[in-house]
Structures are given as C-alpha cells and as structure tokens.
C-alpha cells in the first residue's frame, strides 16, 4: 500500500507581510528631500556660481601700479562708483570673508546665528503647514511660532555679541572697499556697456534672495 505524502501547511513569513500603516517616520520624508528644500539650495548654488562667473582677476585687483592718491573729495566717489561696478564680485567676496573670519574668531556668535539660521529655516520656511509645530506636548500655531521666531532673533542680534560682531565686521570691509575704490584708478577698467554702473552694495545677495524667494514661499504654502 502505497504510502500518501502529508499535506504541506503554508508557512506565512512576517517579514514580508506589509504593514497596515506607514510609520510616522516613512509619511514624513526628510527635509532633505522635501522638493521645497532641493529648490532652494539649487537657486542658491546656482545664483553663487552665476556670479562667481563675473568674478575679476584677482591680480588685476591687487595691481599696485595703478594705485593713485585721487585729486578731491568728488574724484574718490567717482572712483569708488567705477572700481565698485567694475570689482562687485571680488568686493562682495572680500567682505564675507571678513565677516566669516569676525565669526570664526568668536565661536559663540557663530553658534547663536547658526542656531538662528536654523531655527528659521526648520521650523517655519519648510516645515509644512499641515504639520503643527509640537514642543513638550504644546501645538503651536504658525503666528505664534512666528512671533517666537522674531523674539529669538532680536535676543540674538541685540542682546548679544552677534549684532556687534556683524556690525563691526561689515564697517570694517565697507571701509577697506572704499578705501581701496578711492585709491585705485579706474582708467584702464573697460566696463560693459550694458551692465548698470550703479548698484545696491547688497545687490549680488538681493539677486539670490529673490530666487530663492520662490522656493520658501512654495514651501509654506
């Protein structure tokens, strides 16, 4: 007699049966991957590099044949105005680097304004709206993080060294552009006719802000 084989049971494997419902963890993506958050870092790279590429030679900067003593009050603006049209780039380089180094030098303030630049960018420019902020079992509203947001800000930049240390550093680079503008003659710049001969000190960070503004403002909406 032959012999029948016992019936074979179906072994379920927990592994591979799917959850009921997502972790809150896989519904909330990071903010790094959040389209908003690409958005913004890529106008930014790409304006830094936009005006990086209308950088002058550095050598043509430093070139001390051509410095001169200017004839009168009137002729060191008039300087100043040509090299600032014909040097904003390097100006503008030369004057972040002096604030980064005024920062570095002092730790603290650069952890109180990273600290800032964080606090703006996590919880109010990307978080989405959908989504309360929540801190030790208390919702928070949008203006009500706002209001904290702004409170925050003027703790750092009045009530401590951050405001002064910016401040310093900022008088001490417009002072080296306009002494360097006033002194260095401008005949042998060739300007681009097309390119506006003046311009807002700020105006190469005015065009990343307005790029970029796109970005935040699709990211609380």
Request: proline share 8%.
């Amino acid at each position: 007699m032959a012999s029948t084989a016992p019936p074979i049971l179906p072994i379920s494997n927990p592994q591979t049966v799917p959850s009921a419902a997502p972790s809150s963890l896989e519904s909330q993506p990071p903010l790094t991957t959040t389209p908003a958050f690409r958005n913004f870092v890529n106008q930014i790279t790409d304006t830094v590099k936009n005006g990086f590429s209308k950088r002058r030679p550095w050598a043509e900067l430093a070139d001390r044949s051509a410095l001169s003593k200017p004839e009168s009050i009137s002729d060191a603006a008039v300087r100043i105005r040509k090299n600032y049209s014909y040097f904003k780039v390097n100006y503008l380089t030369v004057a972040t680097a002096i604030v980064g180094f005024s920062l570095v030098t002092h730790p603290f303030s650069l952890v109180f304004l990273l600290c800032l630049l964080a606090s703006w960018l996590f919880l109010y420019m990307f978080r989405p709206t959908d989504q309360p902020l929540v801190v030790f079992g208390r919702t928070f509203t949008d203006r009500e993080t706002l209001g904290c947001l702004i409170l925050f800000s003027i703790f750092v930049v009045f009530l401590t060294d951050v405001g002064s240390v910016l401040v310093s550093a900022m008088m001490v680079g417009v002072a080296l552009i306009c002494a360097h503008g006033a002194f260095r003659a401008p005949e042998d710049l060739f300007l681009d006719e097309q390119e506006p001969a003046a311009t807002g000190f700020l105006s190469f960070l005015g065009g990343a802000a307005s790029n970029a503004a796109p970005a935040i403002v699709a990211a609380r909406v």
